[in-house]
């Protein structure tokens, strides 16, 4: 493996070429992801050109680090930082940004010009028992039908319960991401109409579907303090959603039990997670970065990543914790090592167009966004300033790009 892993390739050939003495030969790769320390040391095995060091630091984290200060940033919440990074247009033409799914690449775009490549990504699926049809897609109108006729009512209370969603975070995000087009529009201008409008839908599903907001408040607290996959096993509930990758972790003796679907709620896929990677305008090292992002495009950096990362399945998914944004590499080289994925395996023209995101997304949605949403389905006669609330979130968690 070693000597695999230490084949010189057209990429490192070019690097050598390269006058060695006028090169700064260090890089720092900061990342939200602790999937990509094997990334970072499968590069500093492969060449020997530059030294790479690695900063990791998820969003939640206290620790007031500038991503901006680095010469790499391979993150969750890059989307909202595209005026701040460096052109990749230069690699546009490669193999890797050539098979990224349209829709997902647009998200690294600002104006005409490249600015981040994604790289992974998450799509939420529906877990069952039994499915109804056989096509590869689920809908949220069939959803809904299917949910209802597995009801049951005995003495005004809900026995069994095909779905609500409030039970699934993964489905709020999903669904708020596909019916906002964009987020930080909605943000910026402080109206949140898409999310109040998202919100009394929602409730109005589950009065038609649940009967009421009091009945599926009953069911959940009654039934709900196991994982839901235990509850569709035993027949007290008929649906889940989770993200792809978190399914592929559940044991072996649950996951044959069951069977999945990808979600679609408008007229396609929704992916709920990207990472993705880019170099800041103040990268002390570009050359060596975009020396970094030309290695890290091959498919044979992904196909020693996979080799490397193979032995621990248990902890991670795949392509950095998901699947790839390159739908090549999900036909080739996930599919050979999870065969189970095949018909799950997004195609092109199956994502639905993505919400734009503001900065810190990820924090923002789990910190803030989620309990409120959640709080407005559960009540929507209550009405919430969503806009104060934001404008608090925002003083006590500054931009660390500002800072």
């Not at 990509?36 to 499968?42: D, P, W, Y």
């Not at 049809?133 to 299917?146: L, V, Y």
């Not at 993200?243 to 069951?258: G, K």
Request: with cysteine; aromatic share 10%.
């Amino acid at each position: 493996m070693i000597q695999k892993l230490k084949k010189v390739t057209p990429v490192l050939i070019l690097l050598l070429m390269i006058g060695c003495s006028k090169l700064d030969r260090t890089l720092t790769i900061y990342s939200d992801s602790v999937e990509t320390a094997e990334l970072v040391n499968l590069f500093n095995q492969t060449q020997s050109l530059y030294k790479a060091s690695y900063i990791y630091r998820p969003e939640e984290s206290n620790l007031s680090i500038n991503p901006g200060e680095h010469d790499i940033v391979i993150s969750h919440s890059l989307q909202g930082y595209l005026d701040k990074m460096l052109s990749l247009d230069d690699l546009r033409d490669t193999d890797f940004v050539n098979s990224i799914y349209p829709e997902i690449l647009k998200m690294g775009i600002s104006g005409t010009s490249l600015k981040t490549i994604p790289l992974s990504l998450d799509i939420p699926v529906v877990l069952t028992k039994d499915l109804q049809n056989d096509k590869k897609f689920i809908s949220w109108e069939e959803f809904g039908i299917e949910s209802k006729s597995f009801n049951v009512l005995k003495e005004e209370r809900l026995t069994q319960s095909g779905f609500s969603p409030l039970w699934s975070e993964t489905f709020l995000s999903a669904f708020y991401r596909s019916r906002i087009p964009s987020i930080s529009k909605e943000l910026d201008g402080n109206e949140f109409r898409g999310f109040a409008e998202a919100a009394q839908e929602l409730s109005e599903w589950i009065q038609d579907i649940n009967g009421s907001l009091e009945l599926d408040k009953d069911f959940s607290e009654k039934y709900r303090y196991i994982p839901d996959y235990r509850l569709i096993l035993t027949g007290r509930t008929g649906y889940s959603v989770m993200p792809l990758s978190q399914w592929s972790l559940l044991p072996d003796s649950v996951s044959r039990e069951l069977k999945i679907q990808p979600l679609v709620i408008n007229e396609g896929l929704q992916n709920i997670e990207t990472l993705a990677v880019g170099i800041p305008q103040t990268s002390k090292n570009p050359e060596g970065a975009k020396a970094f992002l030309t290695w890290l495009l091959e498919e044979k950096t992904w196909e020693d990543y996979l080799l490397l990362t193979g032995r621990n399945r248990d902890e991670g998914f795949a392509f950095l914790g998901g699947i790839s944004s390159s739908e090549s590499l999900n036909a080739g080289l996930l599919l050979e090592a999870y065969p189970w994925t095949e018909p799950l395996i997004p195609r092109k023209g199956e994502f639905a167009k993505q919400s734009v995101l503001p900065p810190q997304w990820r924090l923002l949605w789990n910190d803030l966004l989620l309990p409120l949403v959640k709080e407005s389905i559960a009540h929507p006669s209550i009405e919430k300033d969503m806009s104060n609330e934001y404008r608090k979130w925002l003083l006590l968690h500054p931009d660390p790009w500002d800072s």
